[in-house]
């Protein structure tokens, strides 16, 4: 019986691993990943890492004891350099060839860089592996000053939690609106008005035009005019997916490795998962590559389900969530421009609730520190809920432009 191969030893590869011999994998398992540690959750790195006095454990998706008692190989510091889909092998980078009779990528993302800050050496980081959190937990000091590129929710993240530590934060971002690729202007500026009124300087439609080191400082020249001197600057403007490996073996990919409802992709033996893999999601009729926590352990149970022949789990609604500062945001399906807004609590606070309705059904929610009732009306998705005005008061929401 030839093994499971698995290149990628991630959040989605380190799940698939495990899943596997719970759906009763009887075959070799082995793992391969380019890091030289164990496969981690990412969440902690733009929040715990960087924030508790004493740095956190890596929260381990599968640790030693583990891969030892569901005998899966792991084999850590190896970047898999090709695929042989003919011959159903791999090759590694120290040229050790691997057959597989199954193949799961789970190869991630990689971030954008901007080449333009190479010049700043160590002084610019990006966010995506153990160590670079690390060296960042090293860098922000109180009063450090540090410019973040991006207001997506890495770099909102960061300025938080840089923040927290007493850096002075000042965050950029090229188009008029934070969060601009998922979320309205309504909810993102939910937000971004906790950041300010923390002290965080948040400058939209804004860039870098020049950008000059001495050993004294840093002097980078904004699009306005401005010049600022951050101590350091921190890139999050979002990644790119690892899916040159899987074009190069003539998989077809289409931003991201393109899967169908069994994570399989164009080759019947080979299986793409996690912020790699594009997928369809029914709830929305269409294709998309999710970077979420929930998507990585959702595929990876899928793909462990259909190479064990069991029937994939029912789609599930993508859900995200973000902690920033003391509030954890969650997001689930798609918060359209378009939709119908009905609220519960008060917008900005604790316990708010934000439910966007298209054509009568729910589509979208949005909550600040709502908890349970956050899951409550998670659960009315499951369903397919028809959300017309008079369930939504049942259920406590009232149109956003309605009087209290
Ligand atoms: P990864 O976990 O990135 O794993 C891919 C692995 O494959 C990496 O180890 C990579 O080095 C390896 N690899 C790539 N190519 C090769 C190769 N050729 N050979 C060998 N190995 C290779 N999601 C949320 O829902 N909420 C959050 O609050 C949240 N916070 C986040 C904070 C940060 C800083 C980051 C980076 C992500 C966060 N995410 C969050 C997203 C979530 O962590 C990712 O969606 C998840 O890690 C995706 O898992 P993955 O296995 O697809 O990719």
Known sequence: NLPVVIVGAGHAGGRCAERLRHFGWQGNIILVGDEPCLPYERPPLSKAVLVEEVEPSPSFVIDRDMLAALAIEHVAGQVVRSID???GTVCLAD????????LVLATGLTPRRLPMLDVLGSRVCYLHKLEEARALRDAIKTGAKLLIV???????????SARKLGAEVTVIEAAPQPLGRVLPARMANLITERHESAGIK???????DEIVQTPERISITLRSGETIHPDLVLVGIGGTPNDALARSAGLHVDNGIVVDDHCRTSDPDVYAIGDVASHRNPHYDRRWRLESWMNAEEMASNAARAICNQPPNEASVPYFWTDQFERRYQIAGLLEPKA?????????????????VVDGRMRGLFGINAGKAFRKAQNLFRGGAVAGRDELRGAGFLAACEPA
Do not use: D, P, T, W
């Open 85 to 87: 889909l003919r011959n």
């Open 95 to 102: 040229e050790r060839q691997i057959g597989y009779g199954k």
């Open 150 to 160: 991006g207001a997506g929710f890495i770099g909102l993240e960061v300025a938080a």
């Open 202 to 208: 948040i400058l939209c439609n804004e860039a870098m």
């Open 340 to 356: 119908e807004i009905y609220e519960q609590g008060v917008a900005g606070e604790s316990g708010y609730l934000a439910c966007f």
